[in-house]
């Protein structure tokens, strides 16, 4: 259930706030969440997978995730990820329907009353801001700013006392201001105008992916010179545009190991890689296993494993 309220109608209630470390490939699975949350990455690097895209998430950026959406989470192998998590509430909503972050997130029961209860958090009265309606990544942010006010919550949400509670609070709203003026800022006339030219861009990439797409022919699309379309491109998405050609990729890879028994060489044909030597790096890259392990790791869950059905070889392809 949707509804709106003004600004000034905002009381929040903040649920939980964390200090997230990851060093190293972590997938933190599929979830949905019941209330609302604002990430601020202190450091490193992690792609946050919904249903409108990809997102990479990097120092000083903060993830605005509503509620009722699906979403997952990943660092990869390499990479490190250190990030302040808040859950709040615009305002408390019934006691009926509240509850904690530990009973929800991080330590679900799979009883069959806790189950009812999950099912009953999905109708929870969703409330939107208007007049806060921010993207979901926030970019362009006073970095030093939103770190004092985002470790000061954290420090306040340990304490937990009524000092410490009211100071939460307070920092929360001046994190508000501070996104609202990076939001005004970034979505000036200029800004709205490249966002719009990447656009056509990343829409093009994901009906020719197969195809040799090079930097010269997708900023001549747009009508800006190479160096400065590099620039752009990276600062919109976050990626190079080699980066996102290649998650482009590779999405599109999972999904033919995942729905067709195609072998790698096949496959690699279909998203215009060089050969399955090749796929299998960069997969590898982005996923953190070969292509051959990943089919695998399906194949086991599927039927056909418990009816005696030989899997997939090294490679990915079908053995008979």
């Given amino acids: 259930m949707s509804m709106y309220i003004h600004s000034d109608k905002i009381s929040p209630y903040i649920r939980y706030v964390n200090d997230l470390k990851r060093r190293g490939y972590s997938d933190f699975g599929e979830r949905i969440i019941y209330d609302n949350e ?7 690097e992690a792609k946050m997978h919904m249903d409108d895209g990809v997102y990479t998430i990097t120092r000083g950026d903060v ?4 509620p009722n959406l699906r979403n997952r989470m990943i660092v990869e192998k390499d990479a490190y990820f250190h990030a302040h998590c808040v859950h709040f509430d615009w305002y408390f909503i019934d006691e009926n329907l509240n509850f904690t972050a530990e009973d929800i997130y991080i330590f679900p ?43 000061g919550m954290y420090t306040a949400f ?42 056509k861009v990343t829409d093009y990439i994901s009906q020719h992916y197969m195809e040799d797409i090079t930097v010269p022919q997708l900023a001549g699309m747009v009508g800006m010179s190479g160096k400065y379309f590099g620039v752009i491109f990276k600062r919109i998405t976050g990626k190079t545009v080699s980066e996102y050609i290649t998650q482009v990729r ?59 059905v030989k899997g997939p070889d090294e490679n990915g392809a079908e053995q008979k």
């Fill in 63 to 66: 993830f605005f995730l509503r």
């Fill in 250 to 308: 590779m999405q599109k890879a999972e999904d033919l190991l995942l729905k067709t028994t195609l072998s790698l060489d096949k496959i690699a044909e279909e998203i215009g890689v060089s050969d399955e030597y090749y796929i299998v790096k960069l997969f590898k890259k982005y996923k953190g296993i070969t292509p051959g392990r990943y089919r695998r790791m399906l194949f086991f869950d599927n039927e056909a494993y418990n009816s005696g």
């Fill in 158 to 199: 340990r304490d937990n006392t009524v000092a410490s509670n009211l100071k939460m609070r307070g920092l929360f709203f001046e994190a508000l201001s501070e996104l609202t003026y990076s939001r005004d800022i970034s979505y000036s006339s200029t800004e709205h105008t490249h966002r719009h030219m990447i656009n």
């Fill in 109 to 151: 029961s799979s009883t069959a009353e806790a189950e009812a209860f999950t099912e009953k958090l999905r109708h929870r009265p969703n409330a939107d801001v208007p007049e806060l309606s921010f993207p979901p990544l926030i970019r362009g942010t006073d970095y030093d700013r939103l770190l004092t006010m985002f470790r």
């Fill in 38 to 44: 604002l990430l601020f990455c202190v450091d490193g």
